[in-house]
């Protein structure tokens, strides 16, 4: 699958992968289980590959973004803890994230 787009397979996430791969675009979607009903369900749409994941765990996305051209961050957390996607790699408890996120 070239050119593809790695994108979260859950709720915003989902509908960016069905929007891409109904136009053509191969996508490369993560989940954090390939056999949840979500990852299978897009697994079963042409132009589409999932790839098993979690943005919370930096090896692993590294490995599910191989041969992405273009990644599409749909992830959200409840509450927002992490100000930015590198943050997720970062001590949540650390002086300097916490002060990072207590600015904003």
């Known amino acids: 699958m070239a050119q593809a ?3 979260p397979c859950l709720q915003v996430g989902g509908l ?5 791969a109904a ?3 191969p996508v490369m979607a993560l ?5 949840s009903a979500a990852a299978r369900e ?4 042409a132009n589409v590959e999932v790839r ?3 943005v919370r765990e930096l090896a692993s996305l590294k490995s599910a973004a191989v041969g992405c051209e273009n990644i599409v961050a749909c ?3 409840s509450p927002p803890r992490f100000p930015k996607l590198s943050d997720l790699w970062t001590d949540p408890f650390d002086d300097a994230v ?3 996120i207590n600015a904003q």
Not at 42 to 45: H, P, V
């Open 75 to 77: 992830y959200g957390m």
């Open 42 to 45: 897009l697994a079963g749409l």
């Open 98 to 100: 916490i002060s990072n």
């Open 31 to 35: 989940a954090r289980s390939a056999d």
């Open 52 to 54: 098993q994941g979690d």
């Open 23 to 25: 136009q053509g675009t």
């Open 16 to 20: 960016v992968v069905r929007q891409l």
């Open 5 to 7: 787009d790695l994108t």
